[in-house]
Every structure is written in C-alpha cells, then in structure tokens.
T-cell receptor, first 117, second 112 residues
C-alpha cells in the first residue's frame, strides 16, 4: 500500500460526458501528479500540483483540468469525453515539489480505470 | 517524443537466472533514474533508483547500472523469482524538474 488513494477504481461513461477522478496523497506529501496510461503506452505525465498551485503541465488536453484543494487532495476533471480517453489514470504524490539531488521518488495510487463507451 | 525508451516489450527468464532489463534515454539533462514495478490492477511501485553521480546502485537482488556516456541504464535481478513477474518501467528526471518521464515498460515473466 503506497498510501495514495484514488476513487473511483472503475468508471464507465458515455461519450460527451464529464467525470471527476479523486486522489488523496500520502500523508504529508505536498505534490500530486496525474498520469495517464493508455493501452500499450507508457505513463504519460498530465499535470502536477504542489501545495495547491499548478507546478508543471504535461500532455494534458484542454478538455481536462485538475486542482488541488487546501487539504491537499486533488481532482482530475475530464469533460467532453471521447472513446480515446479510455485509459488508466494514476495519481501519484511526493514530499517535495522538485527534484532534489537525492531524487524525487513518486508514489503511485492503484489507478482509476475509465472506460468511455 | 519519447525521451525514455524501453525497446523490449517483454522478457522471459528461467527462475534462478539473471534478468536484465534495459532502458535508453535521450535527454542528457536527466540526472536521476528510477525503476518501478507494476503488477496487474495495481499502481507502479518504486523499486530502486540511481543518481547520475553514481554508476551502480544495489539493493538486495536488484542492481541498477548507469552508463551516462551511452545514455543507458539497466536493471539486473539476480536470482530471478516467479514473484518478480511484472511490468517494469524505467523513469528519469532532472534537477529542478517536477515530473518523471517514463518508458513504455517491459513485461518480465519468470518461469518456474
């Protein structure tokens, strides 16, 4: 158990709909990351928040947005869903916001399976 | 643009033998490298890491080697056990950056 909690674990929705994925980071971690893993793809970085503020943005579509709340939990909002958005969405957390000399180890949740039909 | 590449999608090894998983990267600014293991229906689990100031890091049966000039790293598992069967992801980051770049993973199967 990494200490990162994601809900829901599975979600099936129709095209054009909107969903929200929720993540609670490990206790004490200030950084939250969202990653997408599509079939046969590696983990694609979407976005990072650090202590409530957006820190870095990756390959996140404009239809997607995220936020981190004062209690440090985060939500990833996916709207106008398309079939190609079906994927496993991972949340991860780490203590620090940047890569220190000793490195920044990220701990992952179990993921939220999104199926768009 | 895939900055971290794992060119072998799968690898099968006999129990007790050595497993060698390879990873190449293109960004010379990367200075921290990690390996994650992923079982089905679970999130990736941190396994071992190495800083660019080292060329080897060992943790029990797992050793990571880094060849900076070749922009190549490898994970050695000795001896391999059936429980090691999983997908292994290589990841890299650079000082001051905020995220990890992942490879596409290598599925390791250890045959009893």
């Amino acid at each position: 158990d990494s200490g990162v909690t994601q809900t829901p674990k599975h979600l099936i929705t129709a095209t054009g709909q909107r969903v929200t994925l929720r993540c609670s980071p490990r206790s004490g971690d200030l950084s939250v990351y969202w990653y997408q893993q599509s079939l046969d793809q590696g983990l694609q970085f979407l976005i990072q928040y650090y202590n409530g503020e957006e820190r870095a943005k990756g390959n996140i579509l404009e239809r997607f947005s995220a936020q981190q709340f004062p209690d440090l939990h985060s939500e990833l909002n996916l709207s106008s869903l398309e079939l190609g958005d079906s994927a496993l969405y991972f949340c991860a957390s780490s203590a620090e916001g940047t890569n220190y000399p000793s490195g920044n180890t990220i701990y992952f949740g179990e993921g939220s399976w999104l199926t768009v039909v | 643009d895939q900055q971290v590449k794992q060119n072998s999608p799968s690898l099968s090894v006999q129990e007790g033998r050595i497993s060698i998983l390879n990873c190449d990267y293109t960004n010379s600014m990367f200075d921290y490298f990690l390996w994650y293991k992923k079982y089905p229906a679970e999130g990736p689990t941190f396994l071992i890491s190495i800083s660019s100031i080292k060329d080897k890091n060992e943790d029990g049966r797992f050793t990571v080697f880094l060849n900076k000039s070749a922009k190549h790293l490898s994970l050695h598992i000795v001896p391999s056990q059936p429980g090691d069967s999983a997908v292994y992801f290589c990841a890299a980051s650079q000082t001051g950056a905020n995220n990890l770049f992942f490879g596409t993973g290598t599925r390791l199967t250890v045959i009893p």
